[in-house]
């Protein structure tokens, strides 16, 4: 029946059909396509009343804008009665008429239009950009992702767009030999099942390396869209190493950031490139959503807090020290700079800063159980 209505939705030009189940999902199933596809509508057999009802209930608390259409083998009036009860008010019969089903879609339009499906997302996005190459953007953006990933119930994603250098693949000794350019591929097709295939998971830290150097690779911005739409919905901060390029995929990613974190050091040639692509960049208008961190900071430094923020037009955010020890030894065994180290704690303290806290649920508020999992265009989403 599945297939038979996939068919006809195909003729109608108007359905995506995103995910099919052959039988009736559970819980998790459900939370998991719901991230994944962001479905405006579901198709739902009610050859199991009991079983749909429960679909039904949980699809009414987890988001009430989808819209439901219930399916059957035959248009039985008890079957009828039972849809109209669960407060399901589409409803098309095997074999599925075309005029029918051009109707019942026509009206979930209008619904949609009226009230369409919100999906929660995150708005923690934190692009980090060097100045210039070589002032430790990977090492601050590995790190502060994996301060941020300690956090209670914070599941962070750490991408290396990159391309030029690929160094977390590198720091972090990884062996996935799937990559960004993979994910980009496949933009249109992420799914629940694809995704855990391309990223390696430490903890509540997500990693999606740059996979080997290839400067002929040439990314869309509408795939980097798509993939940050998917991203948003499945954690709870995203990370972003940037090459300095300033390809349009980077602009595309620092349009969405919530931070652009510009990383300097103290030094004449990083402050040079910084000023540089600071003008670059307010032309952008992203001059308010860029902060600027400076690494590698000494007692000594050739130029001061202060005199740095007069050559840069913006305020130093945070200021790291130096540990060319700390940050070899943890390079070497392939992990994270040791959090208790002075440049840990630095790291640690900025990822506090860095995202904000959400208010504390009032007591006895009801949670939706979306809220309690992580794991594209709007799809259809066809289930039995």
């Known amino acids: 029946m599945a297939q038979r209505l996939e068919s006809a939705l195909a003729t109608l030009g108007e359905v995506s059909v995103g ?13 998991r396509t719901l991230r994944a596809h962001a479905p405006d509508v579901v198709f739902l057999s009610f050859e199991s009343i009991d079983k749909a009802q429960q679909v039904v209930k949980f699809l009414e608390v987890e988001d009430d804008g989808i819209q439901i259409v219930a399916i059957h083998r035959n248009c ?25 089903l051009v109707e019942s879609v026509s009206q979930v339009k209008v619904q949609l239009e009226k009230r369409p499906p919100i999906y929660e997302a995150t708005s ?13 953007t990977s ?12 956090r209670p119930e914070t599941h962070v994603l750490l991408s290396d767009f990159d391309l030029n250098s690929g160094m977390i693949r590198f720091m972090l000794k990884l062996q996935n030999e799937y990559s960004v350019l993979d994910a980009v591929e496949h933009a249109l097709h992420i799914d ?29 911005s509408t795939q980097v869209r798509n993939v940050i739409e998917f991203m948003r919905r499945n954690y709870q901060a995203l990370c972003f190493d940037l090459s300095g390029n ?37 032309a952008l208008d992203l001059e308010s959503r860029i902060s600027v961190v400076l690494t590698r900071c000494q007692k000594k430094a050739l130029f001061t807090k202060e005199q740095v923020q007069e050559i840069l037009g913006l305020p130093v955010l945070k200021m790291f020290p130096n540990d060319y020890h700390g940050v070899n030894k943890a ?31 009032q007591s006895g508020e009801k949670h939706k159980f979306l809220e309690h999992f992580a794991i594209q265009p709007k799809q259809f989403v066809s289930g039995k």
Request: proline fraction near 6%.
């Open 76 to 100: 039985d009036a008890n079957i009828l009665r039972e849809t109209m009860r669960a407060g399901v008010r589409e409803f098309i019969a095997d074999p599925f008429d075309p005029q029918a």
């Open 124 to 136: 923690q996005i934190f692009a980090f950009l060097p100045s210039k190459a070589g002032v430790g």
């Open 19 to 31: 995910r099919t189940f052959n039988r009736y999902p559970n819980a998790i199933d459900l939370v």
């Open 192 to 220: 629940e099942h694809l995704w855990p295939q391309l990223v390696t998971s430490m903890d509540s830290l997500d990693v999606l390396h740059a996979g080997r150097i290839n400067p002929n690779v040439r990314i869309e």
């Open 331 to 361: 390079m070497t065994a392939g992990s994270f700079i040791d959090p208790k180290s002075d440049l840990g704690k630095s790291m640690e303290q900025f990822a506090q800063e860095l995202i904000e806290r959400r208010p504390a649920a």
């Open 139 to 150: 090492t601050l953006a590995l790190n502060v992702s994996a301060a941020l990933a300690r």
């Open 246 to 282: 300033l390809e349009r995929y980077s602009l595309e990613i620092m349009q969405e950031s919530k931070r652009v974190l510009m990383v300097c050091t103290p030094e004449i040639a990083s402050l040079h490139q910084a000023r540089e692509k600071l003008h670059f960049l307010r």
